[in-house]
């Protein structure tokens, strides 16, 4: 598939995914073989200014083998517009009525057929060449039932914020932050079917509830080295954002199970206070991005009630004088941070 095939991007828009391509594949593998069916699913709800972009950065991937289904909670927007203009490329979507985001992903994924299984929100984008990669490696590495990349960070323009970079795989590690980003990640679908998909309990840390029990259930998880799979968007209205301290509730909920399951390995039950902090510390990052300051500080001190030794991480010293200095010198700091991104990595336009 080229850009040409797709519907012209609206005006004005340029680089990737409006124009431009991924790598080209040949219809089969260097052996003969058929390239591994991937299956993607965009769980939706009003999502509008977005969700074409999204949309375009996987369809533009030029993979041959792809299955792509769309779940739309019955948006009110024009979400649906946009999926209409772009269902001949689709394996197929719907619009109705659902109980929520892990409602409509499970929704999703029982339709897919592919030996590889992923989720895309409709407000974030694939990197060009993502599953070219994931292919790749999973060719090399065939032993790998969780593949995890490294994760750029952009905001409501599609403006590059950060750059995640995970670390190998660790479960201690993982326990104690989540280092894995959701757009990033692509599973066997033996993971998927083991765990019944995601719980439809949870709404907001059901990503990490996925790793965590993959986890426990003995599946093998790896880093995608290279350049970045997936772009996640930081905005205002994005759950990540707007809601920091039902992400913490959830994640300790999650984490108290996780460490009273006798499948945990016995070494790992030391790192529980860490694993616990860990929560506090990333719904303190949270409450900053969304300008919450004094929530910022009372995540921070739940923080190092927990675990003290993280008063001393550069970061959480930084978040903590941040906090004080309220919104606007905080803006400069995120718009200085975005320019010297920029000359250190060129102009990084993910939309």
């Known amino acids: ?27 089969t593998r260097s052996d003969g073989s058929p390239w591994p069916r991937i299956s993607i699913v965009t769980p939706s709800y009003n999502q509008g ?23 739309d909670g019955g948006s009110t927007d024009n979400t649906v517009e946009v999926v209409e203009k772009y269902a001949p490329w689709l394996a197929g979507w719907v619009s109705e009525r659902d109980r929520g985001q892990t409602d409509a992903l499970n929704k999703g994924w029982a339709r897919c057929t592919g ?19 994931l292919v790749e ?9 969780v593949a995890y990349g490294t994760c750029d960070l952009i905001d409501e323009q599609s403006r590059f914020i950060a750059r995640a970079v995970p ?3 660790d479960f201690g590690q993982e326990l104690s932050e989540n280092f894995i980003s959701q757009p990033s990640t692509f599973m066997r679908r033996a993971v998927v079917e083991a765990l019944g998909g995601v719980n439809e309990a949870r709404h907001f840390a059901f990503d990490y509830e996925l790793w965590l029990q993959a986890a ?11 350049p970045p799979l997936a772009a996640f968007r930081l905005w205002e209205v994005s759950k990540t954002e707007s809601s920091a301290e039902k992400f913490v509730e959830e994640s300790l909920d999650i984490l108290e199970e996780v460490f009273a399951d006798p499948r945990l390995p ?3 039950r030391a790192v529980r206070p860490r694993a616990l902090s860990g929560a506090w510390r990333a719904a303190a990052f949270g409450c900053y991005r969304a300008g ?5 500080r009372r995540c921070l001190r739940e923080m190092a009630a927990l675990d003290p030794s993280r008063r001393a991480d550069p970061a959480v010293l930084s978040l903590w004088a941040r906090s004080f200095l309220g919104s606007r010198p905080n803006a400069a700091a995120r718009r200085l941070k975005r320019a010297l991104s920029r000359a250190r990595h060129g102009s990084t336009n993910n939309g």
């Not at 598939?1 to 219809?27: C, E, H, R």
């Not at 200014?49 to 779940?71: A, D, M």
């Not at 030996?115 to 990669?133: F, I, V």
Request: overall charge negative.
């Open 137 to 145: 490696f999973a060719t090399q590495n065939p032993q790998v039932d």
């Open 292 to 296: 919450r300051m004094e929530a910022a």
């Open 49 to 71: 200014p977005f969700i074409e972009e999204t949309i375009r950065s996987v369809l533009l991937q030029g993979y041959p083998n792809l299955e792509y289904w769309v779940i």
């Open 115 to 133: 030996e590889w299984l992923a989720w895309l929100n409709s407000d974030d984008l694939y990197t060009p060449g993502a599953l070219a990669a």
């Open 167 to 169: 670390p190998a795989w």
């Open 266 to 268: 016995a070494e790992l």
């Open 1 to 27: 598939m080229n850009d040409a095939t797709l519907p012209l991007p609206p005006p004005g828009k340029s680089g990737w995914p409006w124009t431009g391509v991924g790598p080209a594949f040949a219809p």
């Open 216 to 226: 426990l259930h003995g599946f093998r998880f790896a880093l995608v080295p290279g």
